[in-house]
């Protein structure tokens, strides 16, 4: 499994929601940038606190124009119970089959969850990575990204 690199074209696959829908991620990437952040298992204490890191500074996110997505090898229903518990105004992905991790790159140490990483997908290639991401300040993080990639372009 090859890793994405920054400037890599995003992949193009199918994710099916926590709402049981699919959607091609290229219609993500068509509605602007795309914060897809992978973490290992929903319901545990650092996944939790990453997904309320995002919850709680989403309005700021949406006002930047970043869209999330949450992606976990957990189920359909382990996600929508997860979102709902939460109260996440984002949607999460069940990759049970792991097509996403595998389009990403991203690997599964333990076999069965994800390492915790994030991409940030802008004009549908991949703009910034972080292979570490800390779940207390995924959107923070994501933020400066994004700020220091439209700083750039307006150079």
Not at 95 to 112: H, I, N, R, S, Y
């Amino acid at each position: 499994m090859a890793e994405l690199e920054i400037g890599a074209a995003a992949p193009l696959v199918v994710a099916t929601l926590d709402d049981g829908t699919s959607i091609e991620l290229a219609e993500l990437y068509a509605k602007g940038p795309l914060l897809v952040y992978f973490y290992p298992k929903s319901n545990t204490p650092g996944c939790t606190r990453q997904a309320c890191n995002l919850r709680d500074n989403f309005e700021l996110l949406a006002e930047k124009g970043l869209q999330v997505l949450g992606v976990s090898r957990d189920s359909v229903a382990a996600q929508t119970g997860f979102r709902k518990k939460q109260e996440l105004p984002f949607h999460l992905a069940a990759d049970k089959e792991g097509v996403l991790g595998t389009a990403f790159g991203v690997p599964t140490p333990l076999g069965f969850a994800y390492s915790r990483q994030s991409f940030l997908i802008v004009d549908g290639k991949v703009a910034w990575i972080d292979r570490k991401a800390k779940p207390d300040t995924q959107a923070q993080d994501a933020l400066k990204a994004l700020e220091s990639l439209k700083e750039k372009s307006a150079e």
